[in-house]
Nanobody, 120 residues
Framework: VESVDAGGGLVQAGGSLRLSCVAS????????MGWYRQAPGKERELVAH???????NYADSVKGQFTISRDNAKNTVYLQMNSLMPEDTAVYYC???????????????WGQGTQVTVSS
C-alpha cells in the first residue's frame, strides 16, 4: 500500500493549484484522507481532512481558500488551492488512514510530498 501525491509547482501569488493523491495497493478500506504541509523551519501541520462519508475540516488559515474533495472509487483525494499566497509555500504531504488486506487495524500512509512554491 502506498500513497502518491502530485500537482505541486511554482505559482504566482493569487494563482491556483490542484494537488492529487492516489492510494494504491492491497486496500480493504480507507477511513480518511488528508493533506498536511511543512514549511521550512516549521512543524508539519494539518491543512485539510476528509472522511469516507465526506465530512471535512480545515485549518483556520485555509478556510474559504482551499477545498478538499475525494473520489472513493478511485481512492483519490484532491486539494484545490485558490488565491495562493507566499505563506502557503511548503511541502504538501498526503495522508491516508488505510486498512490494508491482511492487516488488523487502520494505519497511516504518507505520500512522498510535493513542493508548492508561491512567489510574490
Amino acid at each position: 500500500v502506498e500513497s502518491v501525491d502530485a500537482g505541486g509547482g511554482l505559482v504566482q501569488a493569487g494563482g491556483s493549484l490542484r494537488l492529487s493523491c492516489v492510494a494504491s495497493g492491497s486496500i480493504f478500506s480507507i477511513r480518511s484522507m488528508g493533506w498536511y504541509r511543512q514549511a521550512p523551519g516549521k512543524e508539519r501541520e494539518l491543512v485539510a481532512h476528509i472522511t469516507s462519508d465526506g465530512s471535512t475540516n480545515y485549518a483556520d488559515s485555509v478556510k474559504g481558500q482551499f477545498t478538499i474533495s475525494r473520489d472513493n472509487a478511485k481512492n483519490t483525494v484532491y486539494l484545490q488551492m485558490n488565491s495562493l499566497m507566499p505563506e502557503d509555500t511548503a511541502v504538501y504531504y498526503c495522508n491516508a488512514l488505510i486498512w490494508a488486506l491482511g492487516s488488523r487495524a487502520y494505519y497511516d500512509y504518507w505520500g512522498q510530498g510535493t513542493q508548492v512554491t508561491v512567489s510574490s
